[in-house]
């Protein structure tokens, strides 16, 4: 499976984004990771493949939304309210299982390629 992220971008503080991850085969929890600059990656959200259940970290509460189109094996993130502190590389993420430790970048089986995101302040 690959996957094929886009979306990313230049917006002030305040701004939004909504960046895509497109697979291309079957996948079952899927989700966003970010690595800024000097700092380790981290956990964003995750969806399962219902849709129904869906994390965030707390960092992200109330102004991301992840959704995902399974008919069309592609995964959304939008980003409202964006920080400075958002800025970063986002990378797709995708397991073919569920996913119970949600955050652990060790149980996701494929990664996209990375899209940037900066917010100016």
């Known amino acids: 499976v690959q996957l094929q992220a886009s979306g990313g971008g230049l917006v002030q503080a305040g701004g939004s984004l909504r960046l895509s991850c497109a697979a291309s085969?079957?996948?079952?929890?899927m989700g966003w990771f970010r690595q800024a600059p000097g700092k380790e990656r981290e956990a964003v959200t995750t969806?399962?493949?219902?849709?129904?259940?869906?994390y965030y970290a707390d960092s992200v509460k109330g102004r991301f939304t992840i959704s995902r189109d399974n008919a069309k094996n592609t995964v959304y993130l939008q980003m409202n309210g964006l920080k400075p502190e958002d800025t970063a590389v986002y990378y797709c993420a995708a397991a073919t299982q569920a996913v119970r430790t949600w955050s652990d970048s060790n149980k996701y089986n494929y990664w996209g390629q990375g899209t940037q995101v900066t917010v100016s302040s």
């Open positions: 085969g079957l996948t079952y929890t």
């Open positions: 969806i399962s493949w219902s849709g129904y259940s869906t």
